[in-house]
């Protein structure tokens, strides 16, 4: 499991049946302990507190243990030994390794080593196929489809993980059209791009919100880190106009515009919208649970309920 | 479950009659796994060893799961989101949420925010809801009662949050007297004093512990610590009054005399104590256990057994 | 369990046959939960990812429920109360106590301290009793026995706890001959030394292994770390000497010589020895949860299975 380039649409909407098995699972308080003799390994080499937490929840609602180091370890783990050591370590010890890390196919590369499977949570640049799956899913819960919907994705999409996941995610289905709504510094990569436009996703790239917000169905939001700009100034010039108000939405969005953030977001979203019909980041974040049990489950168990 | 004065005496002795029952299960070795549906977060924002353990234990002890951040990646969701934020997403996860926070009115807010129970584990200066049940019930055990004893409560009464708590918790029963016992410079705050005497509680206070030792049947010690006082000479001049030993209490103290100590303790209470009948800290710690077993039960699954 | 030396070979007889079971129910797929009802506490006051997450695994395959604290909170622990409050805390809430730390006698202190039953997970400079059982079951398993054997032990002999663990634990058995092979300046103890002959085990010391990695039935390496060496140019001048590569195994080892270590290694074994079938440092590793089961059930439950 390295990148969402790898499922088909198949795999995908067998996934989300699981995730919605599993959603009704959750709210009947209703789980059972399926994954009760798996160890799962949280091989977190780059923090992310969000996408951990949500792997170790629905690993335990499904009665699975986990192993994991903490961010300290990682760092004396990475010091001390190499990564395919450490790998070797995890596969000796747990049926499954989930991997995070900051070089671009690190997941790919314990795939190699280990003979349990691998699930990567967040590698390099481009992939975070779980987030994207999520981002997926989340949309078909919201919408009922993924298909013949306007999409807007903002922010930065030049090194943000989850917008190029969600993007590449995008390719299995048919969205009418997709807006890159990002500041010049900050555009997809060419090379990415070429591909979604190759995989037949109808792309425009543009620098301001303002002129599509009418058309969208889906507001994917990421975060622009003031570090990516070389001159603070051009951060200063361009920050106001990523950032979300419930004013901009009342006067200029469809009434059933729904918003989603991977999150942790900081100020691109004001605290005013989090009450409005638009916010769906919250509903997202809850949905990692049971997308991510279906994942485990297929994973481990296979396809046999 | 943010202060004590949120309980009646009523709530707090059903609390204490489940935690006597949770007591005799964990003697026989014979805990039932009622809450293995359940996910317990610890968002612990200050760090706490001991209270995270225990809460840590209890949970396990009923086969519940926990989910929880590192001190570290604490600080680093603090930095990157909201409170609020973290809190949503704990909320989307589990179906308790533990805090623990520096600032007074964290907890409250938390609960505000989530859906499910929140834990006030200690914020700010006042509020340690769990710490003061737990001396309560201490007391409760070594003596059959709270009512009509002499307490002594010893130490930094000033910014203390055990001290403070265990105070206003006193205030649901009726002991016979309390002494407050600190330095000038570390007084209880005049508007919980105040407090106190509405609530009916018999108060003095003084800066000698060994005028009233002979009539205390319950001393509560917390810790000095040295960085409250501005000038480091008048550390120095108190800190031996306020240091117990064992050859004062065996010239001083009643031979029923019961220590209480919240724990971690420096040199406030000499190692020469630990093994005379007048030490009740470690077998404090050990009812830990059993109390916030009683307390998740009676909040995730109400009052039936 | 403080010393593999508290050990009879009848001991470990019954412990590795124990772990035979063990393994046969992992690769099986069948452990049976029979610790479901136990809290085990993790004390590492000293950072050990490898031994931590071994214990963890065996821990948790069984069943049971861990606590521990993160090598950050260890610290503040430590500085915050003394070492024998921590361990009594730790008693009350858990079942079973197993410790790391740097300091020589930190265990058996432990031990003594608190009921719950203490298991050394490595402390001082020659005790890790549960590294040595592995590393003699490891054999044990690979040879299908230990005596007979001639062994090489290979590596910083004066400082490293696994290798002195290791010796000590084979004056259990009756091997042929055992070659101490390090630079002058890393040679074993003296006093170590005395007891394993006094102990009836046939020793040599040299500093090269070329001369004798034609006789060796196991080979086991440790790591030779710089900051040992008070000059560097020392260190510079034998590193070269206890880097083993395939290359040098292949002409002139036995063709059933297997390499153990205790991992993590740097760079004494090279990558290209580790496809070869000497390579059994993986096996070894991963044999550790088997062990470490078998060795907490016999604890916990005593031999009846």
């Known amino acids: 499991m390295i990148s969402i380039l790898d499922f088909t649409r198949d795999d995908l909407e067998k996934l989300f049946e699981e995730t919605d098995n599993m959603r009704k699972r959750l709210d009947e308080g209703n789980v059972p302990k399926i994954l009760s003799n798996s160890i799962i390994a949280l091989a977190f080499f780059e923090p992310s507190t969000r996408t951990r937490m949500s792997f170790e929840t629905a ?10 180091f903490t961010s300290e370890e990682a760092i004396s783990v990475s010091k001390g030994e190499s990564f395919a050591d450490t ?16 070089y671009e ?27 994207a799956m999520l981002d997926l899913y989340t949309i078909r819960y919201l ?29 299995h289905f048919r969205p009418r059209r997709i807006y890159l709504i990002s500041p ?21 790239e543009l620098n301001s919100l303002v002129d599509v917000l009418p058309e969208l169905d889906i507001l994917y939001v990421t975060r622009i ?68 049990m279906a994942l485990l489950k297929l994973i481990l168990l296979g396809g046999e309920s």
């Open 225 to 292: 880190q003031k570090e990516r700009f070389p001159d603070l100034r051009e951060y200063e010039k361009v920050k106001g106009s990523y950032r979300i108000s419930s004013k901009l939405l009342f006067s200029l969005a469809k009434k059933d515009l729904k918003i989603l953030h991977p999150l942790p977001r900081v100020d691109e979203i004001s605290y005013d919208v989090d009450s409005t019909s638009f916010a769906a980041y919250f509903t997202q974040a809850r949905l990692g649970v049971p997308l991510r």
């Open 59 to 68: 690993a335990k609602r499904l009665g699975a243990n986990t192993i994991s």
């Open 184 to 204: 010049q510094e900050l555009k997809l990569r060419p090379e990415i791009k070429e591909l979604l436009m190759e995989r037949g996703l109808n792309i425009k």
């Open 143 to 171: 919408k009922g489809t993924v298909d013949d919907l306007v999409i807007g994705v903002l922010g930065d999409l030049k090194y943000g993980r989850a917008a190029a996941s969600f993007l590449l995610g995008l390719t």
């Open 87 to 102: 790998i070797r370590m995890l596969d000796g010890y747990s049926d499954l390794i989930i991997v995070r890390h900051k």
């Open 105 to 131: 196919g690190a997941a790919l590369f314990a795939a190699e080593i280990a003979k349990a499977p691998v699930i990567n949570a967040g590698d390099g640049k481009q992939h975070h196929p779980t987030q």
